[in-house]
Structure formats: C-alpha cells, structure tokens
C-alpha cells in the first residue's frame, strides 16, 4: 500500500511540475496563482500543499530539474575525450545537445527577476547556479596538463563562469529574437572563442 502511495505522490508531483511550467511559460512567473496551476494539472489545492510550501519551492524544482538536465548533457558532452580534452569538438558537442528551450527561458527569467527582489530567493538561485558551474570547472580541472585552456580566463573555475556567461548571453538573444539554430551557432563560436582563445 504504501509503494503505491509513493508512486502516486510521485505521480502527482510531476503532473504539477508540467502543469506549472506550461502555465509559467504562458503566463510569466509573476502572474501565476497555485490555483491556476492546481486548474490545470487537475489537483486540488490539499494535493498543492502536499507537495510544495508554495510557488517558490515548486519554481525551484522545476529549476533543479532543468539544471539537472543541462549539467548531465554538458558533463556528458565533455566526458567524450577522457582525460585529453579536444576543446573545439567538445564546445560543438555541448551546443547541439544543450537545451535551449524558449519556454524554459521565459519561465527562467521571469523568475530571476523575482528573486532579485528577494535577498533568499537570490540565495538559492545562486546555489544552483553555482551547481552547474562547479560541474563544468571540474571537468576542465580534469583536462587540465592534458588541454591547454585560454590564459585570460585564469583557471577552471574562472573558464566556467565564462561558460555560463555566454550561455545566458546567447539565451537572452534567443529570448529575443527566437532563432534557436543561430543561437546554437553562436554559442559555439563564443564558446570556442572564450576556451581557445
């Protein structure tokens, strides 16, 4: 009895985290109620509840989810080379497989704004952030004595944030202007630019 209870927790958890992000992408972050969300993924608020504190923590799974994601296809797309590190193959491999999902981005934004009005919010936003980066400096740490980084960048950890930067770069001009293969071309360059110099 219990195993099922769980699954059907679980079950209902992922339903509400698809729900949100559709009602998220459609609506922006801020405009959004739980009951809105319960509406749409069919559960009543007692099921919300059960699940989630509130919209924050909800966002936050939705965002661990997604950084999961993205850290799994960038740690994966690196790991090819084994300790020897082709920088130009690796940097083509993380911009065909990294997600670069408009509607994500929107519900992303939307929510960094929020948390930049919310000193706790900012906090766990940052350690998440801080997750992803960590993922990529360790794999270029890895590397390092086999693959020569760009000396600008300092060490693995300052490769990183460079990574990210221009990842959030190329994604806030996709924001924009909604062109998903020329973002992917430009990270690439940027990418190759920044780890080659």
Same mark, same amino acid.
């Given at each position: 009895?219990?195993?099922?209870?769980?699954?059907?927790?679980?079950?209902?958890?992922?339903? *509400?985290?698809?729900?949100?992000?559709?009602?998220?992408?459609? $609506?922006?972050?801020?405009?959004? &109620?739980?009951?809105e969300i319960c509406e749409a993924a069919g559960y009543?608020?007692g099921a919300f509840y059960s699940n989630f504190d509130? +919209?924050?923590? +909800?966002?936050?799974?939705?965002?661990?989810?997604?950084?999961?994601?993205?850290?799994?296809?960038? &740690?994966?797309?690196?790991?090819?080379?084994?300790?020897?590190?082709?920088?130009?193959?690796?940097?083509?491999?993380?911009?065909?497989?990294?997600? *670069?999902?408009?509607? /994500?981005?929107?519900? $992303?934004?939307?929510? +960094?704004?929020?948390?930049?009005?919310?000193?706790?919010?900012?906090?766990?936003?940052?350690?998440? @952030?801080?997750?992803?980066?960590?993922?990529?400096?360790?794999r270029l740490a890895r590397a390092r004595g086999h693959?020569?980084? &760009?000396?600008?960048?300092?060490?693995?950890?300052?490769?990183?944030?460079?990574?990210?930067?221009?990842?959030?770069?190329?994604?806030?001009? *996709?924001? +924009?202007? @909604?062109?998903?293969?020329?973002?992917?071309? /430009?990270? $690439?360059?940027?990418?190759?630019?920044?780890?080659?110099?």
């Amino acid at each position: 009895m219990a195993g099922r209870v769980t699954r059907r927790r679980l079950r209902t958890r992922a339903n *509400l985290l698809d729900a949100a992000f559709s009602v998220f992408a459609a $609506k922006g972050f801020g405009h959004v &109620s739980i009951e809105e969300i319960c509406e749409a993924a069919g559960y009543t608020r007692g099921a919300f509840y059960s699940n989630f504190d509130g +919209l924050d923590e +909800l966002f936050f799974a939705l965002y661990a989810e997604r950084a999961e994601l993205i850290a799994e296809q960038v &740690s994966g797309a690196l790991a090819l080379d084994g300790p020897d590190l082709d920088v130009t193959a690796a940097v083509d491999r993380v911009a065909d497989v990294l997600l *670069l999902d408009r509607d /994500w981005l929107l519900v $992303k934004t939307d929510f +960094l704004v929020h948390a930049a009005r919310d000193p706790e919010v900012a906090r766990c936003l940052l350690e998440h @952030r801080a997750r992803l980066r960590r993922a990529i400096a360790d794999r270029l740490a890895r590397a390092r004595g086999h693959t020569r980084l &760009s000396a600008v960048l300092g060490d693995a950890e300052g490769a990183a944030h460079a990574v990210v930067a221009a990842y959030d770069g190329v994604t806030t001009r *996709l924001l +924009l202007d @909604r062109d998903v293969a020329g973002a992917r071309a /430009w990270l $690439k360059q940027l990418l190759t630019a920044l780890l080659t110099g």
